[in-house]
């Protein structure tokens, strides 16, 4: 009985910081899958840590400990969070872009852990496969308890698991620090878990939990902050603060470059399609950028410069990559119309410079050179 005022107000202190994010996800602009995914497990979590407090209030008999309370507590607390595990699994798919997750029956079949989970537990009552109330009116773990705790665990592992997977990839240097985010997610839930199954009546999940949600949270809000809304690529306030940090730095064997990139005749694109189709063909210019900037050595920085202008910092060790990638740039844009079927062509101008750390400039000098280089490559074409 001592430690249930402890423990719900634990969950109730939680339950409070959740609900200020819940609140903020509804009340912003950001209504993307991710943040709808994100405003899910958020209340999800909330439902949990209100079934937690019910479940103190049975097992400390301050709401009288009858059987099928007993039942009734654990089925709510053990369906939950296996629920919530299920949705962060969803959620890492859709910012991993997973294509795993991009169809409902795909999700479907990623759900059944959740459902036979669910089944076991609601069916315990009568079977005890996974727990029962003994004599004594305690609850026992049955023979496939740990099926319950296989369940959220394979969850939050296997999405840790592919996450670490992915920054690892060479290929995927662009994308790293969301992998880390990722793979980070499960690591307070998982050992703060391990904990409360060693001590169950100290709520230590509840900690655990908040702190991963509001890292996640506190990690999209950065990310908004830093991306350009309609690309989702790096804005130019971040592109300004990461080229002023390189300048400053130079990578002994490397040279630090800037290449300037302007969609060709763009503004036929809005006038005749409309602004609509504009903004799409922005986002799969900044989609073909990035695909670009993909590979084993990559060193790249993608950013939306304004309109329809973008720049790439690129730390290579000679001009001719920078001219490499300036080609396979506009190789990409122009397979846009072949793999949308857009109506119309897409092609692009690139300007190149490179930065001397023997004579330094200052970081609008060294974006004018490649203005500069950008506006010859336009007369050329």
């Known amino acids: 009985m001592g430690y249930v005022f402890y423990y719900v107000e634990a969950h109730l202190a939680c339950l409070f910081l959740l609900s200020i994010i819940l609140y903020k996800i509804a009340k912003g602009v950001n209504k993307d899958l991710s943040t709808v995914y994100l405003g ?25 400990s009858t059987k099928p309370l007993l039942y009734l507590s654990n089925i709510f607390t053990y369906l939950l969070v296996s629920l919530d595990a299920y949705l962060w699994f969803i959620l890492s798919e859709t910012l991993q872009k997973g294509k795993i997750v991009e169809k409902d029956i795909a999700k479907l079949l990623i759900s ?26 305690v609850l026992v773990g049955g023979k496939l308890y740990v099926i319950l705790i296989i369940v959220p665990f394979g969850y939050l592992i296997a999405s840790s698991v592919k996450a670490f997977y992915r920054a690892l990839d060479k290929d995927r240097y662009a994308d790293r620090g969301m992998y880390f985010m990722i793979g980070v997610f499960p690591a307070m839930p998982i050992i703060l878990g391990i904990m409360q199954a060693l001590y169950w009546r100290v709520p230590f999940v509840c900690y655990g939990m908040v702190a991963a949600v509001f890292y996640v949270y506190v ?145 609008q000098a060294f974006i004018a050179r490649a203005d500069s280089d950008l506006y010859k490559q336009k007369k050329i074409n």
């Open 219 to 363: 990690t999209q809000m950065e990310g908004l902050i830093s991306l350009d809304p309609l690309t989702q690529i790096n804005n130019k306030n971040q592109m300004y603060r990461y080229l002023a940090k390189k300048m400053r730095e130079e990578d002994p064997g490397m040279s630090l470059f800037i290449l300037l990139i302007d969609i060709d005749h763009f503004r036929t694109v809005n006038e005749t399609y409309g602004h609509l189709e504009g903004d799409n063909a922005l986002v799969r210019v900044a989609d073909a950028i990035k695909d670009a900037c993909q590979g084993p050595r990559s060193r790249f920085f993608v950013s939306r410069y304004g309109g329809d202008e973008f720049i790439v910092v690129a730390e290579m060790s000679y001009r001719a990559e920078a001219t490499w990638l300036a080609d396979q740039i506009k190789n990409n844009i122009k397979r846009i119309t072949q793999n949308y079927g857009t109506n119309y062509d897409l092609s692009v101008s690139v300007g190149i410079a490179q930065y001397d750390y023997n004579s330094p400039i200052s970081l």
């Open 40 to 64: 899910d497990i958020v209340f999800v979590t909330m439902l949990y840590f209100l079934a937690e407090i019910f479940w103190a209030l049975v097992d400390g008999n301050v709401i009288n």
């Open 112 to 137: 059944i852990p959740v459902w036979i989970s669910g089944i076991l537990c609601i069916s315990a009552y009568r079977t005890g496969l996974v727990f029962y109330v003994d004599e004594n009116n």
